[in-house]
């Protein structure tokens, strides 16, 4: 087995020392347009495409070289086991991944770290980590698709999405998904390293992680395939809900203008000042609360997730960045290199020794307007020229901070997840105090974030849209109108539910019925960029969370119901045992309608080679071989 290991190793040795000195080379030409310690959209590209790639090609390729007839023959027949030839194969090439992918990472933030004052704190290295352990998952993965006997097994490359992780999650959580995804692919790599591949599918295990790993893409083609069954004919006929304006449903109501949206809201109400609401709409202006979500910011997020939080004097020569380690603010002057200070919640510092526990930051912030920070309950100012950190506002227990700072109509405007919340934006940006605001506005439904928070103003207030696709439950779209006069009274002009679907509740809530137990579980335990839009965060998150209607119920029933039908057929047509038959079933009640495809691709092979020798041995072709043989006699 060493003998082996180091044969393979040797094999691309050359190779791994020319990447990784091309590796060094684009971590120089990056430095030189972005510092190397800061986060920019290319970087984060590069750092995640890197292990994804360098692993399925690695993977590919060397998997694709031993698999040649010849050396195939020659590397299985050693005198060592099978399972033992793949482990040694795996560990050599797992060096190479670590060598080209992470070791240059490695080398370039140990030289900053160990030569400079920039902040490289235990995250960065964690980091690097995390992309050894993808480039593990993307490796393991390749070579599993490759080998297996089912072609469509090259759907589970999709999975990576999950493992790469595009929310903030804690370094716990993020462990234990890579050691998961690394023990699952390695898993399905290693059955798969046979010399006799076409008996893997009657290892029900093997089966059973190759059926998991497909799902992802299979839900992603069973979507898609809504717009030829769907989409595309009705388009064709003309009868496409788009076509249809009249129709009172939440996606017309959102594709209006907004000042139409809003007086079709207004003449719903009671209230005695509509109509001259209604008039100042037409002419007003209309203010989005920011799309962007705070991604709750935490201490110790991976460098490829967590933006850089840096605030810049205004000579543009002293750099103020937070270090998640020690959980303040340092400051560095660029040229010289020399650090200036140090900066936590109670001011500015020359030592760290001067900064008590109590004077470091409890949550991770994000900058706004170069003065604002901004974390889950608190707002601080940044004054530079006096050298002071003001607390601007400080939300109560329980609440935190769901959007960043925004400023509209000379208010400033932040939304937490109970409440929206306007102060004066003069008293905001130059009062040196800690404010109250001039308006604080409950949430409708208690939800804690909404798909759209729009404001107006008007001449006596401002009004203030909710909207949502999940307002009252799950699927069930609503919106409510609030006025805030500038007094501080809050009427609510008007709280509407829409009662008619755009589609029918199956193309709706698809991803959800196609697979309610599975994806909708993944989705909520590991966040990536396979969530689906449509889908909620909390409160409706999970399925047990959701109030289903009778006919979202029924077509979930009726899709767990096809794949338990599609299921019977299969084990007929494959002659399986009652026991793996009845295990199957079971599995169907949660895997729905994407595990039965996964399970019909995987055995795609088998039942052609069925349908084939069926095909031969009936009657009318040994009828028709029997003919062509007596034309040659």
């Known amino acids: 087995m060493k003998l082996l290991f180091l044969t393979e190793w040797r094999r691309y ?33 590069f750092l995640l495409a890197l292990p994804c790639v360098g692993g399925i090609a690695f993977g590919l390729i060397s998997m694709g070289l031993h698999r040649r007839k010849n050396h195939w023959t020659f590397l299985v027949h050693r005198p060592v086991s099978i399972a033992r030839i793949h482990l040694a194969i795996s560990l050599a090439n797992i060096c190479f991944l670590f060598c080209v992918v992470c070791l240059p990472i490695l080398l370039v933030f140990g030289f900053v770290d160990l030569s400079s004052n920039q902040v490289v704190d235990i995250r960065h290295y964690l980091t690097v980590l995390h992309l050894f352990a993808l480039a593990i998952c993307s490796y393991f993965f390749a070579s599993y698709a490759l080998l297996s006997p089912a072609k469509a097994s090259f759907m589970a490359l999709w999975t990576l999405l999950l493992v790469q992780g595009g929310v903030s999650l804690p370094l716990w959580q993020i462990a234990i998904i890579d050691m998961s995804f690394i023990a699952l692919s ?61 129709l009172n449903s939440y996606q017309n109501f959102i594709s209006k203008d907004r000042d139409q949206s809003f007086q079709q809201l207004v003449s719903l109400s009671d209230h005695p000042d509509k109509q001259t609401l209604y008039r100042q709409l037409s002419l007003s202006e209309f203010q989005f609360i920011s799309y962007k979500s705070l991604a709750s910011p935490r201490f110790q997020q991976l460098f490829t997730v967590a933006k850089d939080v840096i ?96 400023n509209m109509f000379e208010r400033t405007v932040i939304q937490s997840n109970k409440a929206t919340y306007l102060f004066e934006q003069v008293d905001f940006y130059f009062a040196s105090k800690q404010l109250t605001p001039q308006h604080r506005v409950t949430h409708p439904n208690n939800l804690p974030s909404y798909q759209e928070v729009i404001l107006s103003e008007m001449q006596d207030g401002f009004l203030i849209r909710y909207l949502d696709p999940h307002f009252y439950g799950y699927l069930q779209p609503g919106a409510q109108l609030k006025y805030v006069h500038h007094d501080g009274e809050i009427d609510t002009l008007v709280s509407y539910a829409f009662t008619e679907s755009h589609v029918p509740t199956v193309i709706a809530g698809q991803t959800f019925v196609m697979s309610p137990f599975v994806m909708n579980i993944v989705n909520g335990l590991v966040p990536s960029q ?13 399925v047990w969370q959701r109030e289903l209607s009778l006919s979202l119920l029924l077509w979930i029933i009726a899709g767990v119901l096809t794949a338990i039908l599609g299921t019977l057929v299969l084990a007929k047509y494959l002659a399986w045992s009652k026991q793996t038959c009845m295990f199957w079933l079971g599995l169907m009640l949660i895997f729905s309608l ?26 009318k072709a040994r009828l028709n071989t029997s003919f062509k043989e007596q034309r040659y006699v």
């Not at 020794?353 to 912030?365: I, N, P, Y």
């Not at 706004?368 to 920070?373: E, G, I, V």
């Not at 595990?595 to 795609?604: E, K, M, T």
């Open 186 to 246: 390695f898993y399905l790599a290693h059955k798969s390293f046979q010399i006799n591949t076409d008996s893997l599918l009657k290892n029900k295990g093997f089966v059973l992680a190759s059926v998991l790993v497909l799902q992802p893409f299979v839900l992603i083609i069973l979507m898609a395939a809504s717009g030829l069954y769907y989409h595309l004919p009705l388009a064709v006929m003309g009868d496409h809900p788009n076509n249809n304006e009249s």
């Open 13 to 45: 040795q050359r190779l791994a020392g020319l990447l990784v000195l091309l590796h060094l080379f684009l971590w120089t030409i990056m430095s030189n347009f972005v510092p190397t310690m800061m986060m920019h959209p290319m970087k984060q590209l």
């Open 530 to 542: 396979l969530f689906f839009a449509n889908e909620p965060y909390h409160p409706y998150q999970y």
């Open 311 to 406: 605030l810049v004097e205004a000579n543009q020569e002293i750099q103020w960045v937070l270090s998640h380690d020690k959980r303040v603010f340092i400051g560095r002057h660029n040229k010289t290199d020399n650090i200036v200070g140090y900066m936590g919640t109670t001011g500015f510092y020359d030592t760290l020794e001067q900064l008590t526990e109590s004077d470091k930051f409890e949550q991770a912030v994000i900058v706004t307007d170069n003065q604002f920070l901004q974390s889950g309950r608190q707002i601080y100012q940044v004054n530079f020229a006096d050298r002071k950190l003001v607390l601007k506002h400080q939300l109560p227990a329980g609440e935190y901070y769901t959007k960043p700072i925004k």
């Open 594 to 619: 994407p595990g039965f495809i996964a399970l019909l691709f995987l055995y795609s092979l088998p039942l052609f080679r069925l349908w084939r020798t069926n095909r031969n041995n009936s009657p």
